[in-house]
């Protein structure tokens, strides 16, 4: 009986073992008796591990809707509004949701992109009416606001966002209706001037417009004509009928004809009355001419005789034969007699630049010549007013032609060409070199409005001369001199005495060199006159000569005959220097 006892306990050991193992009844008989409400539990609930497997925290997807409704990928439009009319608005939501398809609490940036949007064909705004690219989530939900602006056609906008390190998209197709031309545009005309055709100057110009639509978006695929009233000399424009590009923009080039004049683009949108005319774009040579060359300084008499580095600024304004600005990037070159200056400029507009600053080598009586000067055309006196150098058909006369010898820096300033003056050394290729003191080595016209036929004829040649200007400047001094004139000139030295009770003086103020006191010298009374009553209060003026300035003065009732003032000269607060006068009043 014991052997059999013993028996029956291994058995059943075993068969609880061998039920464990195959997965069955999660207990043995050797195990002591558990309660059956713990046993129902086990057979109907998940294990601990396969609860946590499931992450309702956790951003997982991007797309549209959420809950039973969410689409992964897509994304809404609010009452479903994708088709749009043109510059039609619209307004984006899409969601970041957990792996059960609720909205994920933690804030998730969205980024919006699109072909229009990239094109700036269409505008993306935050709920705040600003430009945005990117919402971040709230509750989950993420919202753009969308606007066409000469988009049309299908825009698919792709919404991405960063979730658990990989980029997940959901997108959504709108369908935008083709906008309706409100109106054409002029743009601009690049260049806004262009030179006479063979005058060797930019001849072409493109004359830009844009065609845009009710709401201001630019509109593609448009046709366009082109027209201009004249073409005189030649005028070309190319092609007459144009379609607009992506961004609304159509053209046409302008080539120029050798007559100047200023040209208006008229461009009209096909099969409609909308139209518009460009600004009038300039054809005119271009090229400067004698006659229409300025040199201008800033100061014409700086503090510089004694003073390294005082800065003036030297401006070269230049026309053409018309009276139209150089072209731009036209080179001028300056030269200076004493300072130092920069080498050149190029124009904008019909003028440009450079500096000039004090230093070594000053010359002995402290006036330095500044000549500037450029490429162009002689003067010639347009007798028949057609752009060009010819005979006047009713007389067979040659216009009349002011000469031009070559460009020389008059440091005497006598006008004149003295040996050891430099010069612009210039040959043209029609004659000999040209002499800087006489012009009428080349007694024909030289300069761009000579056209094949006379030049062919050896009435003028197509060559540019020299065109210049030059200006003086005086670097004075501080200190100087102060003396009475009689006259307004100051040539004829005061006497002393005045015939009557009263008359007119003049000053002369004048730095140690005997040119003008530095540009805003005070000039004042220095105390109260004796005898007399007079008043002065000026500034020396810009100029580089000595200043000539009439003063009043009349003798006091009773007063001696003998009276006496004092004149102060300021050139600044720790510079002055005064002189005394005395008038007789006969």
């Keep these: 009986m014991q052997t059999l006892k013993t028996k029956t306990i291994v058995s059943a050991a075993f068969l609880s073992l061998l039920l464990s193992a195959c997965g069955g009844g999660g207990s043995s008989p050797l195990d002591p008796p558990r309660a059956s409400s713990g046993a129902s539990t086990s057979a109907t609930q ?3 591990g396969a609860a946590s497997s499931v992450d309702t925290v956790s951003p997982q997807k991007i797309g549209a809707g959420s ?4 689409r992964e990928g897509e994304m809404d439009a609010t009452n479903g509004l994708t088709n749009l009319s043109a510059g039609g608005f619209t307004t984006l939501n899409v969601y970041v949701v957990t792996s059960t398809n609720t909205p994920a609490a933690a804030p998730i940036t969205v980024s919006f992109i699109s072909d229009c949007v990239a094109a700036g064909k269409a505008t993306l705004t935050n709920s705040a009416n600003a430009p945005a690219t990117s919402a971040t989530t709230l509750n989950g939900r993420a919202t753009i606001n969308y606007k066409a602006n000469g988009c049309s056609g299908a825009d698919t906008i792709v919404a991405s966002a960063s979730i658990n390190g990989s980029v997940k998209n959901a997108q959504i197709v709108l369908n935008i209706a083709q906008g309706v031309a409100g109106s054409i545009q002029f743009t601009d005309a690049a260049p806004k001037q262009i030179s006479l055709k063979g005058s060797g100057g930019v001849e072409t110009s493109l004359v830009r417009f844009r065609v845009v639509d009710e709401n201001s978006a630019p509109l593609d695929q448009v046709e366009v004509n082109f027209s201009i009233a004249s073409t005189p000399g030649g005028l070309t424009f190319s092609p007459a009928t144009a379609i607009s590009n992506s961004e609304g923009y159509v053209s046409t080039r302008i080539t120029a004809g050798n007559v100047a004049t200023p040209v208006s683009v008229s461009a009209t949108i096909v099969g409609t009355n909308i139209s518009t005319s460009s600004n009038e774009l300039i054809i005119s040579s271009g090229i400067p001419v004698q006659r229409s060359i300025s040199l201008s300084a800033t100061q014409l008499n700086p503090r510089a005789w004694d003073r390294d580095n005082t800065e003036v600024t030297l401006t070269m304004s230049m026309a053409d034969d018309f009276g139209n600005p150089v072209v731009d990037n036209t080179a001028v070159s300056f030269w200076t007699e004493g300072g130092r200056i920069g080498a050149s400029c190029l124009t904008l507009d019909g003028s440009c630049s450079v500096k000039w600053f004090s230093q070594e080598f000053r010359p002995a009586d402290g006036r330095i010549t500044i000549l500037a000067f450029s490429s162009g055309n002689e003067n010639f006196t347009d007798v028949d007013s057609n752009g060009r150098y010819n005979r006047v058909a009713t007389s067979g006369a040659l216009e009349p032609v002011s000469n031009l010898g070559e460009a020389f820096l008059d440091a005497n300033e006598n006008n004149s060409y003295e040996i050891g003056e430099r010069f612009v050394d210039v040959a043209l290729p029609a004659h000999k070199a040209l002499e800087r003191d006489s012009a009428s080595v080349s007694n024909v016209y030289n300069g761009t409005l000579c056209y094949k036929e006379q030049k062919d004829e050896g009435l003028c040649t197509d060559d540019k001369v020299t065109v210049r200007d030059s200006i003086v400047l005086s670097m004075s001094s501080s200190s100087g001199f102060l003396s009475l004139w009689s006259d307004p000139a100051c040539s004829s030295a005061f006497s002393g005495s005045i015939a009557g009770a009263r008359g007119t003086v003049y000053l002369r103020a004048e730095d140690e060199n005997g040119n003008s006191l530095p540009n805003g010298t005070k ?8 005898g007399m009553t007079t008043t002065l209060d000026t500034v020396v003026p810009n100029t580089p000569n000595a200043a000539c300035i009439p003063i009043s003065v009349a003798a006091n009732p009773a007063a001696p005959v003998n009276a006496a003032f004092s004149v102060k000269a300021e ?12 008038i007789n009043f006969l």
Excluded at 67 to 70: H, I, L, M, V
Excluded at 571 to 582: A, K, L, Q, R, W
């Design 46 to 48: 998940p294990s601990s």
């Design 67 to 70: 809950g039973a409704n969410f």
């Design 523 to 530: 000039l004042t009374l220095n105390g109260t006159p004796v």
């Design 571 to 582: 050139v600044s607060t720790d510079e002055s220097f005064s002189e005394n006068f005395g």
